[in-house]
């Protein structure tokens, strides 16, 4: 059996492709994948990630605030973001990834839905593992 | 045979046409490869590994570059082989992957080594010289320094992360000869270790005006029981630039991967709880 996983293990290094920074796996679950819509409240366009605030409701009339991590600007600009302009406070959008292994409130975000329907991608696939 | 090549263009140009062929490689591609005064071929440009491609510029990109590089015969190369370590050497691989990749010198904005910093997802920049060869890279904003004069390494090497680089010219092939790395970085990849005994020889070779064909080897015998080669395609990027990456600025990495050490299970492989 452990042979068998470390096989599959190195498959998967194998295929994964480069990240920026850091290992996806460490820090966040590919297992646990994440859909939320609600309410941008500010954005971090900063190195070597940047961060969404995104304001969810939960369905029982709380919100809660997430924080999404994604690709450092100069990847985004390279993919045809740009700051101020691609994602705004008060945009409603919906952001699909994966939720941190850690914090509760906290994932990464792997794609960035828009209200006209454009999807752009906004941060690594999961099980990028510092190649 | 110039039948045979006006019909790949035919059919690159058809393929470019239907997915959107970007104006950067439709404008180049038919350009020689640029020499420099001295004869040889110049690498100057701002590239970037295409294996980082689609993390880097997006997957429209990547299917521009393979329709490319099928046009114009380009192979794609062969996956990589895994390190031929000694077994000490993958038990401490294996470590680090069961780890998840959390002690990654990189996740702490340390410099990538050689030759990992060459297949970052992010572009450097080849000057070149007539007796020197200067990479600016994006990434950690590092650079390198190549001379090509003839003149041997330092006398004075102090164990580094980048190491110390010495070029020559094999034909219209640069190879570059680095040592004097300390034992901190990762080859490529994910527990990728090596010792101060490392030596990497680097292969460029610009094969086209869009594409650069690089090759390491990497030979330290405290790790490995026999050396390890990796090739990767370099493409050019004619309308990019290398902007500023200050890694340190926002890096919450370092407090989360101080949270993760202090509950290992949740980050480790099940197999190894």
Redesign the interface.
Known sequence: ??VV??RA??LL??AT???????F???YDAAKPLTLTGTVVKI?W????I?IFLDVKDGKGSVIQWKLEG??P??L????WQRDVTLKPGAVITVAGWH????ANEGAARYVTFSDGRKM?SG?PAG???? | MERRRALGWFAALGVAWMIGWPAAFAQSAAQPIPRAANGKPDLSGIWIAQGALALAAGEDEVKAALAADAAAGRTPLPARAAPPYRPEAEARRQYYLNRRGIDDPMARCLLSGVPRIQLRPLPFRIVQLPTEVIVLYEIHHAFRMIPTDGRPHPSDMEPSYMGESVGRWDGDTLVVDVRGFNDKSWLVGVGTVHTEQLRVTERYTRDSYDTMLYEAVMDDPDVFTKPWRIQERFRLRPNDRVREYECIENNEDLQRIEKLLQNESVFRLPTQQ
């Not at chain 1, 900063?46 to 990630?49: A, I, R």
Request: net charge positive.
């Open positions: 059996m452990r996983v470390t293990l190195a290094a194998a492709s480069v990240s920026a920074h850091h290992s796996a460490a820090q971090d900063t190195n070597p990630h961060h690709f450092p100069n990847m600009i390279r993919q045809g941190a292994r850690l914090e991608a690594p990028t593992w510092g190649q």
